[in-house]
């Protein structure tokens, strides 16, 4: 093999090496719009009772958290975390859920992120129209496999919308 070609077969196998080894990049505004839309379809699943859905958005772990509007509201792993929506499904009717205020944040992989988001949610139980207004909706999300599953997350009512003792 003369000098010449050597020194091709070199730079090309060094090439192949450094371009093997990289991870494929995903830009910023890809990333946010993946989060943005698996946000959106927490709320499709809320308001459609879809529990299929709520499968594809919650990671299916032991570990992951959902905190309440109740002050005793903990709960912890997938399989509880889903017969709390179910139950939910069985009781509301009627649910229409606006977002507004949303941002979300990703770590520099973009494959963690953190949102948080206010929710208007209106709803019928037992035929009476109820509503909460101004949840505070936040959370943390994780790419696992390619896809984004919601991991841990927390809603809160503020404490001017709530009706208080005298």
């Known amino acids: ?17 450094t371009l093997g080894g990289c991870q494929p990049t995903v830009d910023n505004d890809t990333a946010l719009s993946d989060v943005q839309l698996l946000l959106e379809k927490y709320v499709i699943a809320n308001e459609t009772k879809n529990i299929e859905l709520i ?3 919650w990671a ?9 509007t109740e002050s005793d509201e903990k709960i ?16 509301f009717e009627e649910t229409y859920i606006s977002v507004t205020d ?3 944040n990703l770590d520099k992989t ?22 909460f207004e101004g ?3 936040t959370g943390v999300l994780e790419k696992m496999d390619g896809k984004w599953h919601i991991v841990q997350s927390h809603m809160s009512v ?8 005298k």
Request: no cysteine.
């Open 1 to 17: 093999m003369s000098m010449k070609n050597l020194k091709i077969v070199f730079f090309l196998l060094i090439g192949i090496i």
């Open 55 to 57: 499968k594809e958005i």
């Open 60 to 68: 299916p772990d032991d570990n992951i958290t959902i905190f309440g």
């Open 76 to 91: 912890v792993g997938w399989t509880q975390i889903q017969n709390t929506f179910i139950k939910q499904f069985e009781s």
């Open 102 to 104: 949303q941002n979300i």
């Open 110 to 131: 973009h494959n963690t992120a953190w949102f948080s988001e206010i929710l208007n949610y209106n709803y019928t139980l037992d035929g009476q129209a109820k509503k």
């Open 135 to 137: 949840l505070r909706f």
């Open 158 to 165: 503020p404490y001017d919308t709530m009706e208080h003792p």
